[in-house]
């Protein structure tokens, strides 16, 4: 079955540092999307893509963070310097279309600012 | 705002017996909704959709219900397994793309 693949699991840097995490979304999916969950709390959505530009984003994401496709299969999240309150799961997903039919997340990144 | 089921409750469910899992969403416009499961450690997992203009939709072992006149939706799990010891989100679509999920529900299934 096709699956969403993010790389790293778990990644850990210094408060004010930058970070990129990495997703590579299934293959004919068109819409991609960045998740994140803190710890005990929900999964809240941050961003989402289509077309090589953001189609919505929510107020977390703020300038610090941004989205890049490099490339046909990548799809990166940046957060330029990083705060204590950004550690969390970050989840990528893709989906077919925008209906939201097939939907599919990754494992996450877990992400931890010191 | 925008919020669907903002708690996490526990359900203890005796392995073979069927489960109900609940969730509240408060936005009338939302045309679309997933039940996802997530296990410790890992993203959350598909599990079953309805759109709006259905109220009833069964998978394998699962079922959704909808009521949109009550903004409701269930989560049946007929024969619980072990297995079937995870956190069940339920997520919500309207205009957009985004999803809003819920608290969750954690189900835990004793042998």
């Known amino acids: 079955e096709p699956e969403v693949t993010q790389t790293p699991s778990h990644q850990v840097t210094q408060m004010g540092q930058e970070v990129i995490l990495r997703c590579v979304p299934i293959?004919?999916?068109?819409?991609f999307y960045w998740y994140r969950q803190i710890l005990g709390q929900k999964v809240e959505f941050l961003v989402s893509f289509y077309n090589n530009e953001i189609s919505e984003k929510s107020e977390i994401f703020d300038d610090q963070f941004s989205v890049e496709r490099p490339d046909g299969s990548n799809f990166t999240l940046k957060i330029r310097s990083t705060k204590l309150e950004d550690s969390a799961m970050y989840f990528c997903?893709?989906?077919?279309?925008?209906?939201?039919?097939?939907?599919?997340f990754g494992s996450g990144t877990r992400l931890t600012v010191v | 705002g925008e919020s669907v089921g903002l708690h996490l409750p526990t359900l203890s469910v005796q392995e073979g017996d069927n489960s109900i899992i609940n969730c509240a969403y408060s936005n009338s416009a939302s045309d679309y909704f997933i039940w996802y499961k997530q296990e410790s450690g890992k993203g959350p997992q598909f599990i079953i959709d309805i759109r709006s203009n259905m109220d009833k939709r069964q998978g394998q072992r699962v079922t959704v219900l909808l009521n949109k006149t009550v903004k409701h939706l269930s989560l049946q799990i007929a024969a619980t397994q072990p297995g079937d010891s995870a956190v069940y989100f339920c997520a919500e679509k309207a205009a957009g793309n985004k999803l809003t999920f819920g608290g969750g529900t954690r189900v835990l299934v004793k042998p």
């Open positions: 293959s004919n999916h068109l819409y």
């Open positions: 997903a893709s989906s077919e279309e925008g209906q939201g039919h097939g939907y599919t």
